[in-house]
C-alpha cells in the first residue's frame, strides 16, 4: 500500500485531508508541522505529501527542501495545499521542489485529480 505524508497544523484539515486520502487508497501518516514530517520521512519515506505551508517550528518549505536532500528524497511525490496563492509563493514552492500546488480549501476531486495527474492514483 502506498504511503501519504499529511503534514499541516490543522487537526481539522488532517482529518479531512486523511478521509480523502485513506478513500484513494492511501496509508495515511499525520504531522503537525516541518521538523516531525522530516523525523517521519527519515524513518520511512512516503510516495506522497500533502503540505502546508505556514506552520510552526519548520514551515512547509524548509521541509520540502530538507525532504529532498534525503536519500530517494527526489522521488517523493510533493503537493503543497495552502492558502498562499499569489505567483511568488507558487513559484518559490515550485523551485523548491513541489510538483503540484493546491488551494485551501480543498475538496476530494481536486486531490483526486492532481495524485492522478503525479503518477500516485490511477
Known sequence: MKTCLVVDDSRVIRTVARKIIE????????????KVA????????????LLDWNMPNMDGLEYLRALRQLPGGDKVSVVFCTTENDMRHIQEAL?????????????????????EMLGLTA
Request: glycine residues 8%; hydrophobic residues 40%; negative net charge.
Open 23 to 34: 478513500e484513494l487508497g492511501f496509508e495515511v501518516i499525520e504531522a503537525e508541522d516541518g
Open 38 to 49: 522530516l523525523e517521519k520521512s527519515e524513518e520511512r519515506l512516503p510516495d506522497g505529501v
Open 95 to 115: 523551485a523548491a521542489g513541489a510538483d503540484e500546488y493546491i488551494m485551501k480549501p480543498f475538496d476530494a476531486e481536486i486531490v483526486k485529480t492532481k495524485f
